[in-house]
């Protein structure tokens, strides 16, 4: 099993920028690619990015390229999304998942997910 807990939402005006984490804690961290995923009200839960259990490799959706990254701190059991230039659309409750995949970019990769932060965007 793998617990993970996301903080760092907020309210923001377009623009600016958030740090979200996802501590994890359970089975071994470092093993596991760990994403973001996000889910407006009336929306699928969408993905945003991901990094592989070794923080070499990272993904994320067009729709945040070049304004999001995903990292992750192998000390401190964390995994990290910087959100800079920040749109109202971007307003969304944020996941954070655990999954055994490499490259995982689907909701059905990931077997363990957080409580969700809010973030919202406002213009």
């Known amino acids: 099993q793998v617990q993970l807990v996301e903080s760092g939402g907020g309210l923001v005006q377009a623009g600016g920028s958030l740090r979200l984490s996802c501590a994890a804690s359970g089975r071994t961290f470092s093993s596991y690619a760990m994403g973001w995923f996000r889910q407006a009200p009336g929306k699928e839960r969408e993905f945003v990015a991901v990094?592989?259990?070794?923080?070499?490799?990272?993904a994320y959706a067009d729709s945040v390229k070049g304004r999001f990254t995903i990292s992750r701190d192998h000390a401190k059991n964390t995994v990290y999304l910087q959100m800079n230039s920040l749109k109202p659309e971007d307003t969304a409750v944020y996941y954070c998942?655990?999954?055994?995949?490499?490259?995982?970019?689907?909701?059905?990769?990931?077997?363990?997910w957080g409580q969700g932060t809010q973030v919202t965007v406002s213009s």
């Open positions: 998942a655990a999954s055994s995949r490499s490259r995982a970019t689907t909701v059905y990769d990931y077997a363990y």
């Open positions: 990094i592989s259990w070794s923080g070499a490799n990272t």
